[in-house]
């Protein structure tokens, strides 16, 4: 069965510190893998999204980047953090390349805190 | 912009009934349409999916589709003090997109 890990599960960062989330999965192959972001009390922004090792999409300008160095990793990073990036990062993947949406499946996320 | 709009709530209802919660989005040339349920603080996870008009029934869950009116909806019967969380609508729109777009949630409460 297919699982997907992310870590850590909380973070506390000062401003302007760097940032590095990891996001793997496991038993599946060419995974479509997903970064987004859930503000307190928001919806779910789209951040990121990958259809393969270093293809990756912005949705949004912000102060992140995103990487995916092999199939089944996709890494969330910021050289400096600011207040607003503060926010509960999930890491998901897909199914990819079958005209057909089957859902998403969630990480367990990350809490992240910029103090 | 393709939007998914949801009622924020709170939605109570008391335990034994029928929860049922909407959600409409804003474009005809959408495939497939997800509930997802989330507990305060953890991640979404995937409860009911639909992809044609009509109802879909999984246990206490049923979704049910309306391309024409744009809308789709959830019912929870018998509903459970463990079915308080926030649950979200979301849509991906046109063929061979593989993204998914959120609406904000509609957070329940079940009174036990």
């Known amino acids: 069965s297919q699982t997907i890990h992310q870590w850590p599960a909380t973070l506390v960062q000062p401003v302007g510190s760097p940032l590095s989330l990891e996001c793997t999965v496991e038993?599946?192959?060419?995974?479509?893998l997903y970064w987004y972001r859930q503000a307190a009390g928001r919806g779910l922004q789209l951040l990121f999204y990958?259809?393969?090792?270093?293809?990756i999409s912005s949705e949004v300008p912000q102060n992140l980047s995103a990487s995916r160095p092999q199939d089944r990793q996709f890494i969330l990073s910021s050289k400096k953090l600011l207040l607003s990036d503060s926010g509960f990062y999930l890491c998901?993947?897909?199914?990819?390349?079958?005209?057909?949406?089957?859902?998403?499946?969630f990480g367990s996320g990350t809490r992240l805190t910029v103090v | 912009q393709k939007e998914v709009e949801q009622n924020s709530g709170p939605l109570s209802v008391p335990e034994g009934a029928i929860a049922s919660l909407n959600c409409t989005y804003s474009?005809?040339?959408?495939?497939?349409f997800f509930w997802y349920r989330q507990y305060s603080g953890k991640s979404p996870e995937l409860i009911m999916s639909i992809y044609s008009n009509g109802d879909k029934e999984d246990g206490r869950f049923t979704a049910q589709l309306n391309k024409a009116s744009q809308y789709v909806s959830l019912l929870i019967r018998d509903s459970q003090p463990s079915d308080s969380a926030t649950y979200l609508c979301a849509v991906n729109y046109g063929f061979g997109n593989e993204k998914l777009t959120f609406g904000t949630g509609t957070r329940l409460t079940i009174i036990p």
């Open positions: 038993g599946t192959s060419n995974p479509n």
């Open positions: 990958s259809v393969g090792i270093g293809q």
């Open positions: 998901a993947w897909s199914v990819r390349g079958t005209g057909f949406n089957y859902g998403y499946t």
């Open positions: 474009d005809r040339v959408s495939q497939s």
